[in-house]
């Protein structure tokens, strides 16, 4: 399974984006989804997650109730939507899958080195 993450681009301060993670030629399937960003220079940041195993949603506390992530349905795209975005949230975003029933709990799935199979990334910059 191949996942594709799209919907970056080029936003002023205080914008909105959405992003969708999507697996290339069939439905999603995963315990765990998440998104993860990496900025020039730094390290990879987790910025949400869920797990199926607990029906819950992580997210980092930088992004805490200005993104969400969201799916209409367990086999469906996953999405994350970003507001009031910042020139912090500058970075190239990835979505990413554990797709075997050893899930963490609570901000241990924010840790990427948890997952296996990761899209090719979309970048989000964020500038006036």
């Known amino acids: 399974v191949q996942l594709q993450a799209s919907g970056g681009g080029l936003v002023l301060p205080g914008g909105s984006l959405r992003l969708s993670c999507a697996a290339s030629?069939?439905?999603?399937?995963?315990?765990?989804i998440g998104w993860f960003r990496q900025a020039p220079g730094k390290e990879r940041e987790g910025v949400s997650s869920?797990?199926?195993?607990?029906?819950?949603?992580v997210y980092a506390d930088s992004v805490k109730d200005r993104f969400t992530q969201f799916a209409d349905n367990a086999k469906s795209p996953v999405y994350l939507e970003m507001n009031s975005l910042k020139p912090e949230d500058t970075a190239v975003y990835y979505c990413?899958?554990?797709?075997?029933?050893?899930?963490?709990?609570?901000?241990?799935?924010?840790?990427?080195?948890?997952?296996?199979?990761w899209g090719q990334g979309t970048l989000v910059t964020v500038s006036s």
């Open positions: 990413a899958t554990i797709n075997r029933p050893l899930v963490p709990t609570g901000t241990n799935l924010l840790l990427h080195y948890h997952y296996s199979v």
């Open positions: 030629g069939s439905s999603l399937n995963y315990y765990a």
């Open positions: 869920f797990s199926r195993l607990t029906g819950s949603t």
